[in-house]
């Protein structure tokens, strides 16, 4: 089941993305083991690959972040998903919420997951996150 986080942004799973209609313009695919199809009529899809524990790259979890506001300027709704929508699409939209609303990075990222229900992020996620929201936040603001 998809959720909206904003009036923009969603969060959903695998199969929420295959079946999305015309609610969506875009999707965003964060998992780095699942394929996604290609644009397909009026939906354009989009993937930065993100390992659902340790092991991701620095540049690689910005990317998700950045492309998400790429997304988000130019589209009417986007729709953020990984395997099941419970860590990696929850992580990246908390981290953008966070920086685009100017407010606390865990308030966001429970206030994030009492609205979505289901999630269960990685630790080494939100701590390789955490630790660079400030970086974030100054490419995001100046952009």
């Known amino acids: 089941m998809i959720t909206m986080i904003t009036d923009r942004i969603g969060i959903g799973n695998s199969s929420d993305a295959k079946q999305i209609g015309s609610a969506f313009e875009s999707v965003l695919n964060t998992a780095l083991d699942l394929d996604i199809a290609p644009t397909q009529g009026n939906v ?73 229900g289901v999630t269960d992020y990685r630790p080494a996620l939100y701590n390789q996150y955490k630790n660079m929201i400030l970086q974030l936040t100054n490419l995001i603001k100046n952009h």
Request: proline residues 3%; hydrophobic residues 45%.
């Open 44 to 116: 354009h899809r989009h993937k930065v690959g993100l390992i659902d524990g340790p092991g991701n790259d620095d540049y690689i979890l910005m990317s998700a972040v950045l492309v998400l506001h790429a997304l988000n300027k130019r589209y009417r709704r986007v729709l953020v998903h990984c395997h099941e929508g419970m860590s990696r699409s929850v992580m990246v939209v908390a981290v953008y919420v966070s920086i685009i609303g100017n407010m606390p990075f865990d308030k966001v990222l429970q206030d994030v997951m009492k609205v979505r």
